[in-house]
């Protein structure tokens, strides 16, 4: 039997402070190898400082931090050797080619002619770029910037990398092309710690979540299992007839009832077991339902009961 493998980043009582403002305070986080772990927080929760401190940027107050093994604070140069660092925007060179650019981060990663050529031509038919390679940067799209600068950063094969607002002012399909790029990274054992103001895309790209408020972590889980925490789920029911919604209305006393659009919805968590509990009571009672669908609480709802912040009000960090 393999042994279980080692996390790809272990954080634990990890503090930061600016003067007299705490920026993080006794953060705990652990990152499987291999995996998608989207950070989330309102403006100013202490998002990119956890990230500048797992880079080598900047050093933390205290705590211990290990990236693939590697001590933050008394093995810098390790981390540095494994990791991948994408900002919110482009860090490209407007003025060179696209090849050229992926040419320079093969020169400072050392690869030589040979194996830098191979590795810039597998980067440029990876992320759709070939047609673009000899053209100057300035001449790109939001979509082929985000693009060049994650095959930037995968010149060196990083194990982990940090994504910091990777789509942010993307149209929807550059978005959802760079999804795909992520997880095919994903797919090839690369760990990715994300921040993104999208919920939604935390919601389709992460494993695991975690939201950061006021420099400590208030909700960790899967998606679902953060959205199975907040209450406010329901099941919507439609009647044809005001008869049918009114013998319905008798039956669940607790739902809230919409008269003019014929409507009831009754709480409850969309589990199959309570679902057929609902089912069989309007079926005793002989009511028959036009339209039944099941509403259960999204990363916004999430977001706010943990925060006390609305989603609009919510940015990088």
């Not at 030589?112 to 590795?119: D, F, L, N, S």
């Not at 993104?196 to 006021?214: C, G, K, P, S």
């Not at 709480?267 to 259960?296: F, K, N, Q």
Request: hydrophobic share 40%; charged share 25%; aromatic share 4%.
């Amino acid at each position: 039997m393999s042994a279980a493998r080692e996390p790809a980043i272990r954080v634990s009582g990890l503090s930061k402070s600016f003067g007299q403002t705490t920026v993080l305070d006794d953060v705990d986080l652990t990152v499987a190898e291999g995996t998608v772990f989207a950070l989330l927080g309102p403006n100013g929760a202490g998002k990119t400082t956890i990230v500048r401190i797992l880079s080598t940027l900047i050093p933390a107050d205290t705590g211990e931090v290990q990236v693939a093994g590697h001590d933050v604070a008394s093995h810098p140069d390790g981390v540095r050797s494994v990791i991948g660092v994408t900002g919110q925007f482009a860090a490209v060179d407007e003025l060179m080619t696209g090849e050229e650019n992926l040419r320079l981060m093969a020169d400072l990663h050392h690869l030589g002619r040979v194996m830098g050529a191979a590795r810039i031509a597998e980067l440029l038919d990876r992320f759709e770029l070939v047609d673009a390679a000899r053209r100057p940067v300035s001449t790109y799209s939001g979509g082929m910037h985000r693009r060049l600068d994650l095959a930037m950063t995968l010149v060196g094969s990083p194990q982990v990398i940090f994504l910091d607002e990777p789509t942010t002012g993307l149209d929807p399909r550059s978005r959802r092309t760079m999804w795909g790029s992520i997880r095919d990274l994903v797919s090839d054992g690369v760990t990715i710690l994300l921040t993104t103001q999208y919920l939604d895309e935390a919601d389709h790209l992460a494993d695991r979540i975690a939201v950061l408020d006021r420099g400590r972590i208030v909700a960790e889980g899967s998606p679902e299992e953060l959205k199975r925490r907040i209450p406010g789920g329901h099941v919507r029911l439609r009647f044809a007839t005001p008869e049918a919604l009114l013998a319905a209305a008798d039956l669940f006393e607790g739902g809230s009832r919409d008269d003019e659009k014929l409507v009831i919805q009754v709480p409850g968590d969309g589990g199959v077991a309570s679902l057929r509990r609902l089912l069989d009571r309007l079926d005793d009672a002989e009511v028959e339902v036009e339209h039944l669908s099941i509403h259960t609480p999204d990363l916004d709802d999430v977001f706010f009961a943990v925060t006390g912040r609305p989603v609009a009000q919510k940015a990088s960090a």
